[in-house]
C-alpha cells in the first residue's frame, strides 16, 4: 500500500512538474526522467517479481507504459534523454559478464561449451535460411533476383540468429543466479556475439556484391580491428584495472565508472566495439586477481541495480510499438519459428556435446531475448539499402518487441527450474569465507 | 617550517569535511584545475556534448548538497538554534557586504556585465557567503567545533536568497514566486514519497530508491528552472524532522555517492570555466571583499554563539567550500551564456581562498 501512495505521488509530482513547466526551450528533462525511471521502474519490477516474473520484465513494461506510444509521460524528448545511459550500462554489463569467466573455473566445461555453440549456431542458421527462403513471399520485402533474394536472406538468417548478451547477464545478475546453466549461456550468447560480428561483415559484403556496391577496400582490417583491437584494447584497460586494485583499491565506483566511461566514450574515436572490450577487460580483472575480481563482480552486480533499471527502462520506453501494429503477425510467425529452431539446435547441440539435463533441455530458454546488438545491425542495413533495407527494420524492430517481452520470462523461468536463482549469494559468502579463513579452505 | 606548510597544504586534500558529514578528499584546489585541464580549453576530453550530459548530474549533486544541509540544519535543541541564527547572520552579513561592495565597485568601474549589476553583485555575495567545515575529531577544542557547525549551518541563508535569485531568472515562464511555491511543494511531494519508499526498503533496492528520490529531486527543479539546492533542503528538512529513520538511511546510501558527484560537480565547474574579462576584474576584489566579509560576519557570530574569539571564526570561515561554486552553476544552468564571468570569479576566488586558508587557518590541534 505504500508503495503503490509512493508511486501514485511520483507521478503526480512528475505530471505536475511537466504540466507547469511545459515545454519550454531551457526545460532540461534528463535528471527527472532519470529519477522517475529509477523509482518507478523499480516499483514495476518488484511488483512483477511478487508474481514470478523477472523484474527485467517489470522495467521494460514500465518504459513501455509510459512510454511515448501509450501513456505518454515519459515523452519523446525525455525518452531520447534516458538513452544517454545506454553506453555506460551495456559496458558496465559486459563487464560483469567478464567478471563471470574465470578460465580456471570453466576449463572442464570449455569443450562442451564449443561444441555446444557450433552445433547450434550451425543448426540455427541452416533452419532459419530455409524457413526466411520457404516464407519470403510474406515478408514483404519485394520482387529481387536470384542472387540478391540469397543475399538478403543470408543477411536477416544472421540477424535474426543474434541473442541478446546484455539481457542474459542482466537477468543473471539481477536474479543472483550462479550454475552450469547461467555459464554455459552466457558462454554460449558471448561467442555467438562474435561469431555474429564477423558473419554479419561478411554477408554485407556478400549483399554489396549482389546489388553491385562497391565492395569496402580494408573490410578485413576493419573487422580485425574491431575483433581483435577492441579485445586488446579491453585487455589493456582491464589490466590497469587490476594494477589499480592491487596497490590503489579506493574509491571504487568512481574508477568503475571512469573506466565504463572511458571505453565507452572511446567507441567513435578508436572503431572498437564497447561490449567486446569491456567484456576482455572483466576476463582480465577476473583471470589476473581472481579473489578481488570476484569481490569486485559482487560490488559491481550490487551496483548495477540502478543501470539495469535505466537501461531496460530506457529499452522499453524506445520500443517502437507501431512496428508490431504494422508487421504483427509476420512478426509473431517469424518469433514463433526463431524459437522453435533455437529449441531444436540447441537440443541437437548439446546431444553433440553429451550435456545432459537441465543444462542441455534449458539453455534455449536463455537465447531468445534480442536488443541493442539486433538493432544497431539493422540500422546499418536501413541506412545502406533504404528501399528494402526499411521493411527489414521495422520487421526486425518487431520482432525486438516480442523477444524483449518473452526471452526474459523465458529465461527466469529456466534458472528457476535449473535451481541457480539466488545462488551467487552463497557463492559468494563461500568465496569470502575461503578468503577470510584459509586454512579452512586448504586444510 | 617549510615542511610544515607542506604538511598543511597536502592537509588540504584530506582534511575538509563536506557538511560535517565525512572527510572530503576532493576540495576545490585540486578538481577544478583538473576539470580546466580536461575540458574544451583543456586536451577536451571533456567536450561540450560530454559538458551537456553532466548537466543532470550537476542538478542531482546540487539537490544532494540541499538535502544534506537540510538535515544538518535541522534543529535539535537549544544550543543548535543558537548556532543556526549565529550562521545565518555570519552569512548575511558577508552576504551584504560582498554583494554591496561589488556593486559599488561595478558602478565605479562601469564594467560591462551580461546580467544587471545587482543580480552579479547579489550573487557573488551569496557564492562569497557559504563556507566549508574544518574536519573535526574526538579531542578537538570547542573553538575548532563551533567553527565546524557555524560553516555547516551557514548555507541555509545563502540557499534561500540563491533560490529567489534563480527563481527571478529561471522559472520557465512562471512568475518567479509561484516557481518558488512549485519547487518547494513538489519537493515535499517527492520527499513524502521517499519517505514512504526509504522507511520499509533494504538492500540494493534502497539504493536504487535514494538515488532515484535525490535524481528527481533535482529533476524537479532542473526542469522548473529553479534551485535544486532549494528543493534538496525542503526534503532534507522533511525526512530529519519526520519520524523514523529516512534521514539516516539518506545520510548512509548518499556517502557512497556523495564524493564522486561533488568531484564531478568540480571538475564539470572547472571544464566550464570560460575566461571573461569581467571575470577577471571581479575575482580580485571578489577574494579580497570575501576574506573582508567573512571577518565581519565571524565578528558578528561569535557574538550570538560565544567560545570562539572573532578573528578565529572568521580564519576558519574563510575555505569556501562546494555550495559557493553550486549555486554559480545553478546560475549557469538557469540563464546559460551570461553567468560566465560570474562563475569565472567564484571557482578562481574558491581556489585563491582555500590557499589563503593555508596561511591564515588557526591550527588548533595538539602537535
Given at each position: 500500500m505504500r508503495r503503490i501512495l509512493a508511486l501514485l505521488m511520483t507521478v503526480a509530482a512528475v505530471w505536475l512538474v511537466v504540466n507547469l513547466g511545459g515545454?519550454?526551450?531551457?526545460?532540461?528533462p534528463t535528471a527527472l526522467t532519470l529519477g522517475f525511471a529509477l523509482i518507478a521502474a523499480a516499483l514495476a519490477g518488484t511488483l512483477l517479481e511478487r508474481v514470478g516474473l523477472p523484474r527485467v520484465t517489470g522495467y521494460l513494461l514500465f518504459g513501455m507504459v509510459?512510454?511515448?506510444?501509450?501513456?505518454?509521460?515519459?515523452?519523446r524528448p525525455m525518452a531520447r534523454e534516458l538513452q544517454i545511459i545506454n553506453g555506460l550500462a551495456v559496458v558496465l554489463i559486459a563487464f560483469i559478464a567478464g567478471l563471470e569467466m574465470n578460465f580456471e573455473r570453466m576449463r572442464p566445461r570449455l569443450r562442451s561449451i564449443l561444441q555446444l555453440c557450433g552445433v547450434s549456431m550451425l543448426v540455427l542458421y541452416a533452419g532459419l535460411f530455409a524457413a526466411l527462403w520457404i516464407g519470403w513471399g510474406w515478408l514483404g520485402i519485394g520482387e529481387m533476383s536470384g542472387l540478391q533474394q540469397l543475399a538478403v536472406v543470408a543477411l536477416l538468417t544472421t540477424i535474426l540468429a543474434s541473442f541478446s548478451p546484455t539481457v542474459t547477464i542482466a537477468l543473471i545478475a539481477e536474479s543472483r543466479a550462479s550454475g552450469p546453466l547461467s555459464e554455459m549461456t552466457l558462454a554460449v550468447v558471448i561467442l555467438a556475439d562474435l561469431l555474429l560480428i564477423l558473419l554479419f561483415t561478411l554477408v554485407m559484403q556478400f549483399v554489396r556484391y549482389a546489388f553491385g556496391t562497391a565492395g569496402e577496400v580494408g573490410l578485413l582490417i576493419s573487422l580485425l580491428w574491431e575483433i581483435f583491437g577492441s579485445f586488446a584494447f579491453g585487455a589493456a584497460v582491464g589490466a590497469l584495472f587490476a594494477l589499480y586494485l592491487r596497490h590503489v583499491g579506493r574509491e571504487l565506483p568512481l574508477a568503475l565508472l571512469a573506466m565504463c566511461a572511458l571505453i565507452a566514450g572511446l567507441k567513435v574515436p578508436l572503431h572498437i566495439e564497447p561490449l567486446l572490450a569491456a567484456l576482455a577487460a572483466g576476463l582480465v580483472v577476473e583471470n589476473i586477481a581472481p579473489p578481488r575480481g570476484d569481490m569486485l563482480r559482487e560490488a559491481a552486480e550490487r551496483g548495477a541495480l540502478p543501470v539495469l533499471v535505466l537501461f531496460f527502462a530506457a529499452a522499453g520506453a524506445s520500443l517502437q510499438l507501431d512496428a508490431l501494429a504494422v508487421m504483427g503477425w509476420v512478426a509473431a510467425g517469424l518469433s514463433a519459428t526463431r524459437m522453435g529452431l533455437i529449441w531444436l539446435s540447441t537440443r541437437a547441440g548439446a546431444r553433440y556435446a553429451g550435456i545432459s539435463a537441465p543444462v542441455g533441455s534449458h539453455v534455449?530458454?536463455?537465447?531468445?531475448s534480442q536488443a541493442g546488438v539486433t538493432l544497431g545491425l539493422t540500422l546499418i542495413v536501413a541506412g545502406e539499402y533504404p528501399s528494402w533495407g526499411t521493411t527489414i527494420q521495422t520487421l526486425v524492430v518487431a520482432l525486438i518487441a516480442l523477444h524483449q517481452l518473452i526471452g526474459p520470462v523465458l529465461f527466469r523461468a529456466g534458472l528457476a527450474r535449473a535451481g541457480e536463482i539466488g545462488r551467487m549469494d552463497t557463492d559468494v559468502e563461500d568465496v569470502s569465507h575461503a578468503m577470510l579463513n584459509p586454512e579452512s579452505a586448504h586444510p | 617550517m617549510i615542511r610544515e606548510r607542506l604538511a598543511r597544504t597536502t592537509g588540504l586534500f584530506h582534511t575538509r569535511a563536506a557538511l560535517g558529514l565525512q572527510p572530503v578528499t576532493a576540495p576545490v584546489i585540486l578538481y577544478i584545475p583538473l576539470g580546466i585541464l580536461l575540458g574544451p580549453a583543456g586536451i577536451?576530453?571533456?567536450?561540450i556534448r560530454v559538458l551537456g550530459h553532466l548537466d543532470a548530474v550537476i542538478s542531482i549533486a546540487l539537490a544532494t548538497l540541499g538535502l544534506f544541509i537540510g538535515i544538518a540544519a535541522t534543529t535539535e535543541g537549544g544550543a543548535r538554534k543558537r548556532l543556526l541564527l549565529a550562521s545565518t547572520a555570519e552569512a548575511g552579513v558577508t552576504m551584504v557586504a560582498v554583494g554591496a561592495s561589488i556593486l559599488v565597485l561595478l558602478g565605479l568601474w562601469g564594467l560591462p556585465t551580461a546580467l544587471p549589476p545587482v543580480i552579479v553583485a547579489l550573487a557573488l555575495g551569496i557564492s562569497a557567503s557559504t563556507s566549508a567545515a574544518p574536519s573535526i575529531e574526538i579531542g578537538d577544542e570547542r573553538a575548532r567545533r563551533i567553527a565546524a557547525r557555524v560553516a555547516d549551518l551557514d548555507d541555509v541563508l545563502p540557499i534561500l536568497v540563491g533560490s529567489v535569485v534563480i527563481a527571478m531568472l529561471g522559472s520557465a515562464g512562471m512568475p518567479p514566486a509561484l516557481g518558488m511555491l512549485a519547487t518547494i511543494g513538489i519537493g515535499l511531494l517527492v520527499a513524502v514519497a521517499g519517505w514512504l519508499l526509504l522507511e520499509r526498503s533494504h538492500g540494493a533496492e534502497r539504493g536504487v530508491f535514494v538515488l532515484g528520490t535525490i535524481a528527481l529531486l533535482g529533476g524537479c527543479a532542473a526542469y522548473l528552472q529553479t534551485s535544486p539546492l532549494l528543493s534538496g533542503l525542503v526534503a532534507g528538512w522533511f525526512w530529519a524532522l519526520t519520524s523514523g529513520k529516512t534521514d539516516r538511511v539518506v545520510t548512509h546510501e548518499l556517502r557512497k555517492v556523495q564524493h564522486p558527484l561533488i568531484v564531478l560537480l568540480l571538475v564539470a565547474a572547472g571544464a566550464g570555466l570560460t575566461p571573461t574579462m569581467a571575470g577577471m576584474w571581479l575575482f580580485a576584489p571578489y577574494v579580497v571583499f570575501r576574506v573582508a566579509g567573512k571577518l565581519m560576519g565571524g565578528w558578528a557570530a561569535s557574538r550570538i554563539?560565544?567560545?570562539?574569539a572573532p578573528s578565529d571564526l572568521g580564519a576558519y570561515l574563510i575555505p569556501p567550500g562546494v555550495i559557493g561554486i553550486a549555486f554559480a552553476l545553478n546560475l549557469q544552468q538557469v540563464a546559460p551564456g551570461t553567468a560566465s564571468a560570474l562563475i569565472f570569479a567564484v571557482a578562481l576566488g574558491a581556489i585563491a581562498s582555500e590557499l589563503l586558508a593555508v596561511i591564515v587557518l588557526p591550527d588548533s590541534r595538539p602537535a
Open positions: 515545454e519550454a526551450e531551457l526545460a532540461r509510459c512510454g511515448p506510444y501509450i501513456l505518454n509521460v515519459i515523452t534455449w530458454m536463455g537465447l531468445v | 577536451g576530453v571533456i567536450s554563539a560565544p567560545g570562539i
